[in-house]
């Protein structure tokens, strides 16, 4: 747990707010989105997506097969946003079609840490630290900065993630996915 506490304070020192604030308005400008992410960052992906949609935007994750991504890409155009998780051990694939969804003139989101081609072609990059003297990556500073995205997305428009919220619950009770007890 310390060693979680200590890399949460390198993100403290290297976050910066002006573009958590970027990355949220591109994302709620979008029409839709696409997220792109493999291993172990599929999971922070999820919960970006997941809460995303929670707060009304169209945002899907795909991280299933290599032609499941390019058909996602492919069909995104300059009204939309391409997300990347470009860290770590990122497949080539991913960052192939994050660059392709670039150049096509998609905006692109790359949470990253380290400087790389996927980071330079994006419109907004988020740099999160990953480095951890265990035997994997840490996933706790990307989980922080899509807490402190999606806090943004609500915060820009706080009346609509307030009705989206509301409206996700309403379907959560009507169709029983939340117990009657809670």
Known sequence: VLEDVRILGVLTEALDEQIISEAARVLRGARRGVVLATGVY???????AHSAQLLGCDLVLCYGSVSSQM??????T????????????????????????AERGVPLIAFTDRSTPVAEAAEVTITVPSESPRFLPSTIPVVSAIQALLAEIAEQDR????????????????????SEAE
């Open 159 to 178: 009346p609509a993630a307030q009705r989206h919220l509301r409206e996700a619950d309403e379907w959560w009770q009507r169709f029983g996915v939340i």
């Open 42 to 48: 599929a999971g922070p992906a999820t919960q970006l």
């Open 78 to 101: 300059a009204e939309d946003v391409l997300i990347v998780s470009n860290i770590w051990k990122t497949t080539d694939a991913v960052n192939r079609l994050a660059l392709a969804g």
């Open 71 to 76: 058909a996602a890409v492919r069909r995104l």
